[in-house]
């Protein structure tokens, strides 16, 4: 069926490179690189045959068809031999609905719980893609002594966990300091390298580029387009998960830019087999510590002015130079697309109300929720509509966060009160007398 390999192809000039080489920028004009899957791939089969395919294979089952990513392998690498696949049993994460929460908000809301995964965040769904390629390369006879990433914690988490899996050296370098506990155990675990750097983000990513280009270590961060194509199954199953249809909206927090554009792009070949003929639009929200593509679209889509990040809860987002910018621009005007920036007050006070109706938000998911709260009060989403939010990561990966909402702790924010925990003697007057008194 899919005779026409996929390739590397440059998002600027349409230069292509094959799949099977460790590039990561146009060798032409140094430009991003996407994944070009031929889009008779997508026509190969009528839309209810699409449908009935992938219904067939559900989550829970061991291999490639419980994968929520792999169930879509014609869409997602055509041609990955199925006996190459590294699976941990990613995607097929709950979409739930809280009727508490949605009359409180006046909206249809529904969240994708993208966090409710091996390493605990979205990261996953690519990872398994990009490993998978890997471990394919290195049985062809490919010298790839290692995979390595620069990361705000769950990129390195996902990557050590697959690389695991799959038995493949890892090296993960992170911002000292700046990721939570939990996202520096999980690659420790795993046993990859772990480099602490003194630097932000950004700086590690210009470490790891300058690393990948020594001694075959290959880069794993979302400037490798492989790991989109894994990302953007999250669109196929908000579709699969609405039986097929799609909402009027979708909500996703932004720092690196590379999940927005997934989202979009898998919007795109939903439309492309003839699935849909409407895609949502989508909401980027970003935190207003690291808001460059929030001040681009205030600017009409200006270009990129990178910004030194500031200090904020959702470190996940902590990126004031976006590797995926001009992919994040495609998405949103391919679907009128809009974006907000979330103060950290407001981003604490979105937790806490989610959170008393059911959630446990991580702090980039109560960013996106943040976002939602602005388009309701804006008028931008109106009552009645169908909101999806793209929940990133679990909220146990962030107790340090947890923690500081609960004590009304963060730095420059102000909650109505504390939530503590009752002290009691072991005298039953007394746990009668707390529980059940004023
Ligand atoms: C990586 C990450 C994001 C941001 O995704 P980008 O593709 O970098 O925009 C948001 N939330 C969580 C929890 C993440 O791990
Ligand atoms: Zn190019």
Not at 69 to 97: C, H, K, N, Q, Y
Not at 110 to 136: A, Y
Request: glycine residues 8%; hydrophobic residues 40%; contains cysteine.
């Amino acid at each position: 069926m899919s005779s026409v390999a996929p390739t590397f192809q440059c998002i600027n000039c349409s230069t292509r490179v094959p799949l099977d080489q460790a590039v990561y920028a146009c060798p032409t004009c140094g430009h991003l690189l996407e994944v070009h899957i031929d889009p008779e791939v997508f026509r190969a089969r009528g839309p209810e045959e699409w449908k009935a395919l992938f219904d067939q294979r559900l989550a829970g089952q061991p291999g490639p068809d419980g994968s929520g990513v792999w169930r879509f392998r014609e869409w997602v690498l055509p041609g990955l031999p199925v006996d190459d696949i590294v699976t941990l049993g990613e995607g097929g994460s709950a979409l739930t609905r809280s009727p508490r929460l949605n009359e409180h908000l006046g909206i249809d809301l529904l969240t994708k719980q993208c966090g409710h995964t091996l390493s605990g965040s979205f990261k996953d769904l690519g990872m398994t893609v990009l490993i998978s390629h890997v471990n394919r390369l290195r049985k062809l006879g490919h010298d790839i002594p290692a995979v390595a990433c620069a990361s705000t914690g769950d990129t390195s988490a996902a990557l050590a966990a697959y690389g695991a899996a799959a038995g493949i050296r890892t090296l993960v370098l992170l911002p000292t300091g700046k990721v939570s506990a939990a996202q520096l155990v999980q690659p420790l675990s795993h046993g990859a390298r772990v480099l602490a750097i003194e630097t932000d983000f950004d700086g590690c990513m210009v470490h790891v580029q300058k690393l990948c280009g020594e001694g075959n270590v290959y880069l794993a961060n979302s400037k490798n387009s492989l790991r989109i194509e894994g990302q953007k199954t999250v669109a196929f199953e908000i579709c699969q998960g609405l039986r097929w249809k799609l909402p009027d909206w979708v909500v996703i927090p932004g720092g690196n830019l590379g999940n927005v554009s997934a989202l979009a792009r898998g919007f795109e070949q939903l439309r492309l087999a003839g699935i849909t003929d409407r895609i949502p639009r989508i909401m980027c929200a970003q935190a207003s510590a690291a808001d460059p593509l929030y001040n681009s679209y205030e600017h009409d889509f200006a270009p990129l002015v990178p910004q030194q990040a500031q200090d904020t809860m959702a470190n996940a987002i902590r990126i004031g130079n976006p590797v995926s910018f001009p992919k994040a621009i495609h998405a949103l005007k391919a679907s009128a697309g809009v974006v907000t920036s979330v103060t950290e007050q407001e981003l604490a006070e979105a937790a806490r109300e989610a959170d008393a109706h059911g959630f446990f938000l991580c702090p980039h998911t109560a960013v996106a929720y943040g976002g939602i709260k602005q388009g309701i009060k804006s008028g931008l989403i109106s009552k009645s509509q169908q909101v999806v939010v793209v929940s990133t990561a679990h909220g146990l990966k962030f107790t340090e966060f947890k923690n500081h909402c609960a004590a009304d702790t963060i730095p420059s924010v102000e909650l109505p009160e504390p939530y503590r925990p009752i002290h009691v003697e072991d005298d039953l007057a007394q746990v009668l007398n707390a529980a059940l008194g004023e």
